[in-house]
């Protein structure tokens, strides 16, 4: 007999998750792996490790999307629901504990801060612009100092007396870190002096303003850092929860979100099928003319094209899996 599963898919600028959650809302397995501006390719590479570590047949029964790429993900798999990752991540942060009322998230190219009050959303703000503020801040420049991504977190936490390092902006932050470097300053100094230079940041520009209470619980990527857990532990002055699956809490949420929606509305799903993992999408960009907003549309055709690009959305022929991206809406359509 088939396992009934769920499937969240949380699709970002650097990395895509994809999780599967069970009836009970208990997680069953995960993964995350690179987007390399490829997010469909992703998708379909995190399915087939999904199937690949499967024990036994999944029957999926409800798919939710998040993240920036959550329309065309959602369009490609057959989503039941899609909803922003501010809503995923705190659901299955209080999944995961109910006590939780505040979330810092960090990822590849964005951050985020969560307030929670008894379960609910009270504030949340994200920051998309400064460098210094994201984990590809610290993966630069542990480069730089020659340093595995993956040996930062062991190797700052061997720090005595680490670097001042400027964080308020990346650019000023990289000039600062080869300054202290060519002073001498020992290497696991400047590596904490990086995640203090981050939490600086972080907690001066997100958390303005915000009152920070526990459980905070820590989620995305950066969290498997073990200098910036201790940072924000000695800047917060409270224990940092880091939850088991702390990089792909965001597919999880969306998978809770479809439980949920099935559990409401106890719908057939809209899920397209594992078979969408051998089959080739061709995604599309056109300016709409019709109009002076000169919006940008975007097509996902399922094949590949036969002849060049069509220069307008009016041109495009083939199974149109989905469109979107008119202010007046005349394009947002899903085509079965």
Known sequence: MSKKVFLGIDVG???TKLALIDEKAEHVDSNMLRTSGRPVIAIQKGMNYLMDNANEDYEVIGVGTTGGGRQLAGAVVGADIIKNEITAHAVA????????????????????????????????????V?????????????????????????????STA????????????????????????????LLYGLCQALVRNYLSNLALGKEILPE????????????????????????????????????????LLALENYEFTQKPTNFH??????LKFTSLTHECADCSNNCEIITIVEGELEK????????VKGHIVARWGGTCGKWDQVVS
């Open 308 to 315: 060049e690009a069509p220069k307008s959305p009016k041109e």
């Open 13 to 15: 600028s650097v990395t």
């Open 130 to 158: 400064c460098a210094a503020g994201t984990g590809s801040f610290l993966d630069q420049q542990a480069n730089r100092l020659n340093v595995p991504i993956e040996d930062f977190g062991d190797m700052s936490l061997e």
């Open 273 to 278: 099928g594992w078979e969408i993992r051998d």
């Open 216 to 255: 905070v619980a820590f989620q995305g990527g950066v969290a498997a850092n073990k200098g910036m857990v201790k940072a924000f532990e000695e800047a917060l002055g409270v224990p940092i929860i880091v939850p088991d699956n702390f990089q792909t809490m965001g597919a999880i949420g969306a998978a």
């Open 93 to 128: 942060a209080t999944q995961h504990n109910n006590d939780v009322q505040t979330i810092l998230e960090i990822g590849g190219q964005d951050s985020k801060i969560i307030i929670l009050r008894d379960g609910i959303v009270t504030d949340f703000a994200m920051n998309t």
């Open 162 to 189: 680490p670097a001042r390092i400027a964080g308020r902006c990346g650019v000023f932050a990289e000039s600062d870190l080869i300054h202290k470097q060519q002073l001498g300053f020992p290497v696991p100094d």
